[in-house]
């Protein structure tokens, strides 16, 4: 039976929850892809690049929203752009190893509960997952009209001139099931179904 | 000629919101396969219950709509500059209809272009002249997740001890769906090009994507051995979603091109679950689609 996690998270029910877990999200979450972790990083983190008046502004409010909470790895279909009456139509996660380079940095400096996405990340966000504590949340990738469902209302949009996929959507979501796959003892099940392919692999080709 | 963009704002549509029913029923029986009540039975259920529930709501399978890929065979009546040009239009249309997300980033600006229009190489059209009445064409909408983890090979390849022959073949291909691991969406399938340049082993390598699942290879070498790799790559138990399981692999097409003397390559296209092709024929006033 799945458990029902309401966001904000706090740091026991992160630590009560292992690889293997089926959870049902409820609250507000953030979704940040390719652009929205690069901008981050270069503006607030890394500080290679000065932040304009406006990205501050943006920072700000990301400053709110973000502790205890969950950046979703997802570039969204979403009606309403004409009208700014935005509805999520189609919302399956993109692939997480893409943020690899960036994520543990943003879940620490921003006391991130979580990422949700597909596919798993690697060895510096499973650190920052024990450290900060959180974990990683794998929903099932290219279910978009399916997940979509779970999206209630779409409350605000930064960025949007990134385009519509890689803009920053706070959104509200109601009983969004995921399981965890990399939690916050340092376990990853990506870690044990590359390492269990790879040694057949080894014995299928030599 | 009559006006041909509403019939392919329909096959845009119906590419990407409902499966062709060659891929449902082999994600079906996928899902037959997996242990009851393990993680990959549940993932391959909410597949099903997700493509159930686009075709009914006329939404996308996936969020990421892809590239859209046309594959056009026309009488020597049309004009390809028209064609051209009414397919620009109904993927500018569809993406208004919000069929397609907007995909097209000009990769200079990183600027979204908003309708899925980029340079000529966006949306992809691939004609070729035909024979007869009938004009035919073929949509694939392959998704980033998907290509990402596509791979080319140049055989002999000492890392992976293949050399160029089809044990080699079998060597990379089988190494493409283990590097791959979840992150193209398995299970999945794969399409593999032997010879040509670069370019055209890549192109072949998708085109191959427009046959029906169940047809193979004519030689039955070159069918052995599609099946071959398809049984053995799901012994990775990568899984749906590489979260473990019977299903990482669901079929395997494979063709070959001539090639230099100098080069073999070996293109692997990998296609996810959301394998997302319909086909549209049109004679006269006569359209249908599958």
């Known amino acids: 039976m799945p458990v029902s996690i309401s966001i904000p998270i706090s740091n026991e029910s992160i630590r009560a929850l292992h690889v293997g877990d089926s959870v049902l999200l409820n609250g507000i979450i953030v979704t940040g892809r390719d652009a929205a972790h690069k901008w981050l990083f270069d503006r607030f983190i890394k500080k290679t690049v000065e932040p304009s008046l406006k990205d501050k502004e943006v920072y700000k409010a990301l400053k709110d929203l973000l502790p205890g909470s969950l950046i979703y790895h997802c570039g969204p279909v979403v009606s309403g752009l004409d009208t700014e009456d935005y509805k999520f139509v189609s919302a399956g996660p993109t692939t997480s190893i893409r943020q690899e380079s960036y994520q543990g940095e943003i879940i620490s400096y921003f006391n991130l509960k979580g990422i949700i996405g597909k596919g798993g990340m690697g060895e510096k966000t499973l650190k920052s997952c024990i450290q900060t504590p959180a974990v990683y949340f794998h929903a099932v990738g290219g279910a978009a009209a399916l997940i979509a469902k779970s999206v209630k209302r779409v409350l605000g949009v930064y960025k949007l001139e990134f385009g519509m996929p890689e803009a920053i959507w706070v959104i509200q979501v109601e009983d969004f099931p995921v399981v965890v796959t990399m939690d916050s003892f340092g376990k990853s099940f990506h870690e044990k179904v590359l390492e269990n392919s790879r040694l057949m692999l080894d014995r299928l080709i030599n | ?290």
């Open chain 2, 1 to 290: 000629m009559q006006d041909l963009t509403p019939h392919i704002l329909e096959l845009i549509r119906l590419t990407s919101t409902s499966l062709p029913a060659d891929v449902e029923r082999t994600l079906l029986s996928a899902q037959e396969k997996e242990e009851d009540g393990s993680v990959a039975q549940n993932v391959m259920q909410s597949i099903l219950e997700n493509v159930t529930i686009a075709r009914e709501t006329s939404t996308s399978i996936c969020q990421d709509t892809g590239t859209p890929i046309f594959f056009v065979r026309y009488p020597g009546s049309y004009s390809t500059k028209k064609l051209i040009s009414i397919i620009r239009s109904a993927v500018a249309e569809a993406t208004e209809k919000l069929y397609l997300r907007p995909n097209a980033v000009n990769s200079l600006t990183g600027k979204n272009s908003g309708n899925n229009l980029g340079e000529n190489y966006f949306p992809v059209i691939h004609f070729q002249e035909i024979e007869g009445e009938r004009l035919t064409i073929d949509l694939l909408l392959k998704g980033g997740g998907c290509e990402n983890v596509g791979r080319q090979y140049s055989l002999p390849d000492s890392h992976l001890n293949a050399f160029r022959d089809l044990e080699g073949v079998r060597k990379v291909a089988l190494d493409a769906v283990f590097q791959a691991q979840g992150q193209g969406c398995a299970p999945g399938f794969l399409g593999i090009a032997i010879g040509g340049d670069r370019g055209t082993s890549y192109l072949a390598s998708k085109e191959v994507f427009l046959e029906d699942l169940s047809s193979h290879h004519p030689d039955p070498i070159i069918a052995a051995l599609e099946k071959l790799i398809t049984k053995e790559a799901n012994k990775l138990q990568i899984g749906p979603m590489g979260l473990g399981g019977r299903s990482t692999i669901l079929g395997t097409k494979i063709i070959g091109l001539h090639r230099l003397p100098a080069s073999c390559f070996v293109s692997i296209s990998y296609m996810c679950w959301a394998f997302r092709r319909h086909r549209i024929s049109i004679t006269g006033e006569k359209v249908e689609f599958n």
